[in-house]
Structure formats: C-alpha cells, structure tokens
C-alpha cells in the first residue's frame, strides 16, 4: 500500500487496509514485458502489441505440459507495484468516479491481474505471447486455458 497520497485524483478515496494475512500465493515464474511505467502499458492488452515473454520456474515449468495445444490462454499476475488503498476511483480518461469493483484497474485490495492472451509459441520454460498488459517482471500467479474455447486446437486431419 502507499503511503504518498499525493497522487490521489479528484474525489477518489483511499482507506487503510486490515493487517493480517489469510492466503499464501506462490509465484511461479515472472513476466517480461517492454512496459517499465504504468502509462506505458495497454489498456486491457492489444492483439497487436509486441511479443512479451511469460518464464516459468522449476518446478512448475513441468505443468506446461500441453499448453501449446491452446491458442489463447489466461494469465493471472501479482501486480506488485500497484497501491491497494483506494475503494474510490476516479480514471484518467472519465470524469465519473468509480468503486474499484466496477474497473479493472491494477489498484485493488488484492491485486490480481488477468489477461487473456494469444499464445504465439512455446520456447522450453518461456512462453511467448502477444495482448499482456503489465509491467515487466510483474510476478506470475497462474495460467489457464482459454475459458471460452476451452479445447485444444484440432489435430491435423490425414491426408487422403
């Protein structure tokens, strides 16, 4: 959470969270992207934005397994650079504020970004993707199959 509240915009509100911790999340490898500030990343991804790189960690590198099968897959990320104090937004590109449960901006009380995207290649540990929107070495939590084309691509058919 930060604790400069200087960059709060017009008529957002910031509160103090709860201390403790209730879950333990295991980050599984780190994300590489060209996007080194905030104002340089997409909004929501782009199909036509560069080829970024998803490295998965031993041991979990063994659970790619099959992913080249999926052309579109989820990533689930721990935006780490993200403040987590606001339950009041007001975005950049409106003039309304919001609950921060109705955006998908990276400020949130448990930020946990998701991004589906187009899988381009597999590269040993590494995936190559295109439509990430996060910073590079944004921490991984997970990845999925595509939710809504949930089956592989079809086997070439035999010719003949």
């Given at each position: 959470?930060?604790?400069?509240?200087?960059?709060?915009?017009p008529?957002?509100i910031?509160v103090?969270?709860?201390?403790?911790?209730?879950?333990?999340?295991?980050?599984?490898?780190?994300?590489?992207?060209?996007?080194?500030d905030?104002?340089l990343?997409?909004?929501q991804?782009?199909?036509?934005?560069?080829?970024?790189?998803?490295?998965i960690?031993?041991?979990?590198?063994?659970?790619?397994q099959?992913?080249?099968?999926y052309?579109?897959?989820?990533?689930l990320?721990?935006?780490?650079?993200s403040?987590?104090?606001?339950?009041?937004?007001?975005?950049?590109?409106?003039?309304?504020?919001f609950?921060t449960?109705?955006?998908?901006?990276?400020?949130?009380?448990n930020p946990?970004?998701?991004?589906m995207v187009?899988?381009?290649?597999?590269e040993?540990?590494?995936?190559?993707?295109?439509?990430l929107?996060c910073l590079?070495?944004t921490?991984?939590?997970?990845?999925?199959?595509?939710?809504c084309?949930?089956?592989?691509?079809?086997?070439p058919?035999?010719?003949?």
């Amino acid at each position: 959470m930060s604790s400069d509240h200087a960059d709060i915009r017009p008529l957002e509100i910031a509160v103090s969270g709860q201390a403790g911790v209730d879950a333990t999340l295991q980050f599984i490898g780190r994300i590489q992207t060209p996007f080194t500030d905030r104002s340089l990343c997409p909004r929501q991804g782009r199909p036509d934005g560069p080829e970024c790189r998803i490295e998965i960690f031993p041991p979990w590198d063994q659970a790619l397994q099959g992913i080249e099968d999926y052309p579109r897959i989820e990533v689930l990320y721990w935006l780490d650079r993200s403040r987590r104090d606001l339950v009041v937004q007001n975005p950049g590109h409106s003039d309304r504020t919001f609950g921060t449960f109705a955006l998908r901006s990276p400020v949130r009380p448990n930020p946990i970004g998701t991004c589906m995207v187009d899988l381009v290649r597999v590269e040993g540990n590494v995936l190559v993707v295109r439509s990430l929107d996060c910073l590079d070495g944004t921490p991984l939590l997970d990845i999925k199959p595509d939710r809504c084309a949930f089956s592989p691509k079809a086997a070439p058919k035999p010719a003949g």
